[in-house]
């Protein structure tokens, strides 16, 4: 027994691709045999398996769930909920890793694996080890099948979301946008103080009342229409599979990642000072400068949930986060997991504004003012996206710029900064600017618009996600 996966699905940080064309239930078998291979070789049985509210997402789970017992592992699903409810069941079920059925913030027509094995982030070169693995048919055989039980993990999942809470009462909105979070976020707002008001939280994978990626502003109109008419103190959005967390002010106006980080930051570093902060490339100056103003030590690491928590494990971090609203604790004061659980991420922002005496309104209000654009991608071939980044920083550096190279090119100016670098999971360059004037802004447009001429390229039509 061979398989051969379609190479578009084994992406860095999972495997995702439109079901019917690139991914289907063989995939999944052949993902349960391989996952069930390493687990055993590296002597671990049982698995724990959850799955998002897609319209695949039970026949790939099926599959799934036979290839793991096929080589002879245990599984304990956990049945329909947010990624991290499957970190959680990982991180505290005698179980030796975990996989999560999801495709994510994608498209309906999308589903895909989220993986972790022995507490650590399964990944990269993981990946392609499964896909060298099923190609070779290197799969253990079992004597005896495993067995599948199924254990409702959501209670304790959502009482421990709540557990210690002291972040005073509340009037929030809630938008779960049809997604997997929606049943947990109906059982959270229960055991919170205040006045909750919930949108689209039962779960429907055809999503029917907007796309649930909260970071694009477009689908945070209901939420910010809710907050208006009921004259709420603040919004929170979720994404498809609630790893990633948005948040509009009193005003209707978006908090981004990189500021949401920036409020959670405040207590902890209170708390421990000095503590590290992890933010990836595309985050605001603004945000660093506050971390280190605080005390704290801000570190600026690549793009990627899985690459952030390897970071995180290295330098001990207790909060880190992205531009795209993934946000991660761990440690003694969060006395936490490691992993990007938007759900712990919505309690601990109205924890953290509480600790602060003030609004979120007016939090928002004290932030600098910067003028930046959104993620701008561009199509690029493969074969040239690499290439060109190393083109672009071979030019800045025999031009004398400032320039950051943890992840593709961030290059400082007296206006700002912007970014260029190749996306991991698709054919496309990201870029990203920032400046303290609108003319700044243009400057820095200037100079990215000169740095892709150089390479043939051209800021062009923007690639969607």
Same mark, same amino acid.
């Given at each position: ?154 209670? &304790?999942? @959502?009482?421990?979301? /709540? ?7 509340? +009037? #929030?909105?809630?938008?779960? $946008? =049809? ?95 000095? &503590?590290? @902060?992890?933010?990836? /490339? ?7 400068? +506050? #971390?280190?103003?605080?005390? $704290? =030590? ?168």
């Amino acid at each position: 027994m061979t398989h051969r996966f379609d190479p578009t699905s084994l992406r860095e940080y999972d495997i995702r691709g439109i079901v019917g064309e690139a991914l289907g239930p063989d995939d999944a078998r052949a993902i349960g045999r391989g996952f069930a291979t390493l687990l055993r070789r590296a002597g671990g049985t049982r698995v724990a398996v959850g799955r998002d509210g897609r319209v695949s997402s039970l026949e790939l789970e099926a599959a799934l769930v036979e290839g793991l017992t096929a080589s002879g592992c245990d599984v304990v699903r956990v049945g329909l909920g947010p990624t991290p409810m499957l970190y959680y069941a990982e991180a505290t079920l005698e179980v030796d890793g975990g996989i999560q059925i999801t495709g994510s913030h994608n498209p309906g027509n999308y589903n895909g694996f989220k993986m972790v094995l022995q507490h650590r982030p399964f990944f990269g070169e993981d990946i392609q080890t499964l896909g060298r693995m099923a190609a070779e048919g290197d799969w253990e055989e079992a004597d005896t099948v495993g067995t599948v039980t199924d254990y409702d993990i959501v209670d &304790a999942y @959502v009482g421990r979301l /709540v557990a210690g809470y002291a972040g005073g009462a509340y +009037r #929030v909105g809630w938008d779960t $946008g =049809n997604g997997a979070a929606g049943p947990v976020v109906e059982k959270l707002v229960k055991q919170l103080p205040g006045e909750h008001h919930t949108l689209f939280t039962e779960v429907d994978g055809n999503f029917p009342n907007h796309h649930p990626d909260p970071t694009e502003e477009k689908n945070l109109a209901d939420l910010k229409r809710l907050v208006a008419e009921k004259q709420l103190d603040f919004g929170l959005a979720f994404d498809g599979d609630g790893d990633r967390l948005g948040a509009i002010d009193g005003q209707g106006r978006v908090v981004w990642g990189d500021q949401i980080l920036s409020i959670l930051a405040e207590p902890l570093l209170k708390a421990v000072p000095g &503590a590290t @902060v992890i933010a990836d /490339v595309k985050a605001s100056q603004a945000l660093y400068d +506050r #971390v280190a103003e605080l005390g $704290g =030590n801000p570190v600026m690491w690549k793009t990627g949930h899985s690459l952030i928590k390897t970071k995180m494990k290295e330098t001990h971090a207790p909060l880190a986060g992205e531009m795209s609203g993934h946000i991660f604790f761990a440690d003694t004061f969060y006395d936490y997991y490691g992993y990007d659980d938007a759900q712990f991420a919505a309690v601990q922002l109205i924890r953290a504004v509480h600790s602060t005496g003030k609004s979120l309104t007016a939090l928002k209000d004290a932030m600098p003012p910067m003028i930046n654009t959104p993620e701008m991608r561009f199509q690029v071939d493969e074969s040239r996206k690499f290439a060109v980044i190393d083109e672009v920083l071979e030019r800045l550096e025999a031009e004398g710029a400032d320039v950051n190279r943890t992840d593709g090119a961030r290059v400082n100016t007296p206006d700002g900064w912007w970014l260029l670098r190749a996306s991991n999971t698709q054919d496309v360059l990201v870029a990203r600017a920032e400046a303290k004037s609108q003319e700044g802004l243009d400057r820095l447009m200037a100079q990215i618009d000169a740095q892709l001429a150089a390479s043939g390229l051209e800021r062009g039509p923007q690639a969607g996600h």
